[in-house]
């Protein structure tokens, strides 16, 4: 039982190296190339563990071929195009200037009612609403509406809108994190003067976060005023 934890353990920590060498991209956009490697992985990590007879540099070497091939790929598909609709494929223009391409929609299986689907996923409930409709190479379906269904921009408006950023997660569990204090410029002094002002505990706050133009939310633990 220690045999196979311990292999277990290593072949967790390869894999976990393997994937954070692939990049943050191919955990939420996966492309074909991507997740044959992802399944091939799977297999070879697999093997050792299910059996103890199999020594584990048979998953190990393979493992980082298979990782270094994808690299490879992917660095030789961003130096050179002409590589990228190979492994890559290109994007499929499913609707266009509000047409709709039936000989697309064919050619890459997705019949009607899936594209309805998908365009209702994205928010747009009226396929006469869409100007652009564009399967792209990782799967995912990017619509761009015609203008006079688009909802009206601060522009279109005509507003002068102060740049507010991101909301700094400054204490989080009544933790303070000194990476986003960092970030805005602020030190733990300015901050207990801020908790001070508010007559709020560090042990009262459950998240308190700072944008960059300066706007702060507190939340309290609701038990703190029980």
């Not at 996966?30 to 091939?40: G, R």
Request: hydrophobic letters at 45%; charged letters at 25%; one cysteine or more.
């Amino acid at each position: 039982m220690l045999t196979i934890l311990i292999r277990i353990f290593l072949i967790y920590t390869i894999l976990l190296i393997t994937m954070r060498v692939m990049g943050k991209r191919q955990i939420g956009e996966m492309q074909v190339s991507e997740l044959v490697t992802t399944i091939l992985l799977s297999e070879l990590a697999a093997q050792p563990i299910a059996d103890d007879r199999i020594p584990l540099v048979f998953a190990v070497i393979p493992i980082g071929a298979l990782i270094s091939i994808e690299v490879i790929l992917s660095y030789a598909v961003t130096k050179l195009p002409f590589l990228k609709p190979i492994f890559d494929g290109k994007p499929s223009i499913l609707i266009n200037r509000g047409q709709i391409c039936t000989d697309e929609m064919l050619k890459v299986r997705i019949s009607l009612e899936e594209l309805l689907s998908q365009l209702r996923v994205a928010g747009v409930p009226d396929i006469s609403d869409v100007e652009y409709a564009i399967l792209e190479h990782n799967g995912q379906l990017s619509v761009i509406q015609k203008k006079p269904a688009m909802p009206p921009t601060i522009a279109d408006l005509k507003l002068e809108i102060k740049e507010s950023g991101i909301a700094h997660a400054v204490i989080v569990d009544s933790k303070v994190s000194e990476y986003d204090l960092t970030l805005i410029g602020k030190d733990r002094r300015w901050l207990d003067s801020r908790l001070k002002k508010r007559n709020a505990a560090l042990s009262d706050v459950l998240l308190f976060t700072i944008d960059d133009a300066g706007k702060e939310n507190l939340i309290l633990r609701k038990c703190a005023h029980s």
